[in-house]
C-alpha cells in the first residue's frame, strides 16, 4: 500500500505561482510512476504531468510550458511547480502513483493510477 500526502495548495491572482508538494510512502525511484492530475467542477479528471521511476516527463499539452513537475528521490517527494496561473487552472488537485511496476505507459491516463493523494484545492482568481 503506497500513501501519499499532499500539500501546497491555496489561493492566487491570476498570473500566480503555487508548489504542491505529495510524500510517498515508498522509495519513488524505484519501479513506480507518479503523477498530477486535476478535476474542476463538472468535469472529467485530467492528467497535467507525470514521471516515471527512470525520470522520464510527460505534460498535457495544455499546460503550455507553465507547470513543471519534478521529484526528490532522497524524500521520496515529487512537486509540481505551477506558473503563471489562470482561473481555468482552478480545480482539486490529485498526486498519484502506481507500481511496482517496469513500464510507465499510459501514465496520462487517471483509470490505471491506484493510489491517490487526498486532493488539494487550488483556486486562482482574474
Known amino acids: 500500500q503506497v500513501q501519499l500526502v499532499e500539500s501546497g495548495g491555496g489561493s492566487v491572482q491570476s498570473g500566480g505561482s503555487l508548489r504542491l508538494s505529495c510524500a510517498a510512502s515508498?522509495?519513488?525511484?524505484?519501479?513506480?510512476?507518479m503523477g498530477w492530475f486535476r478535476q474542476a467542477p463538472g468535469k472529467e479528471r485530467e492528467a497535467v504531468a507525470a514521471?516515471?521511476?527512470?525520470?522520464?516527463?510527460t505534460y498535457n499539452a495544455s499546460i503550455k510550458g507553465r507547470f513543471t513537475i519534478a521529484r526528490d528521490v532522497s524524500k521520496n517527494t515529487f512537486y509540481l511547480q505551477m506558473n503563471g496561473l489562470q482561473p481555468e487552472d482552478t480545480a482539486i488537485y490529485y498526486c498519484a502513483a502506481r507500481g511496482p511496476m517496469d513500464s510507465c505507459s499510459g501514465s496520462m491516463l487517471a483509470r490505471v493510477y491506484n493510489f491517490w493523494g487526498q486532493g488539494t484545492q487550488v483556486t486562482v482568481s482574474s
Open positions: 515508498v522509495d519513488i525511484s524505484s519501479r513506480y510512476c
Open positions: 514521471i516515471a521511476s527512470r525520470g522520464t516527463i
